[in-house]
């Protein structure tokens, strides 16, 4: 969805979202090499190098996350202009996985 869609629904779910919200939005990068091995004392172990890739591939994504001025901060701001709070953030592979707290709903 265009962006200033992605803007509406975020204002629209911090009116109807009780408590938590938990999304993930994918990152612009090419992949070019990546491990994942399962040790028996570890639990799996992943590495990966990937450069951002400045184009978007998917005839369904008009924005990904550090593709042009669409950095994690600049989501993270928008999030909290709607009355989230970023909990946590965590990447893996190539998507974000975000947890907000709705400041607005808290009584």
Known sequence: MPFNDFITVIENLSNICKKNLFISLPRNE??????????????????????????????????????????????????????????KTKKFYSLYYFAFENTKNIS
């Open 30 to 87: 090419k992949v070019w090499f990546r491990l994942s091995v399962n040790f028996k004392i570890f639990k799996i172990s992943n590495f990966q190098i990937s450069t951002v890739r400045n184009k978007i591939l998917s005839k369904y994504h008009f924005w990904e996350i550090d593709y042009k001025e669409y950095k994690k901060r600049m989501i993270i701001s928008q999030f909290e202009k709607c009355g989230f709070k970023a909990i």
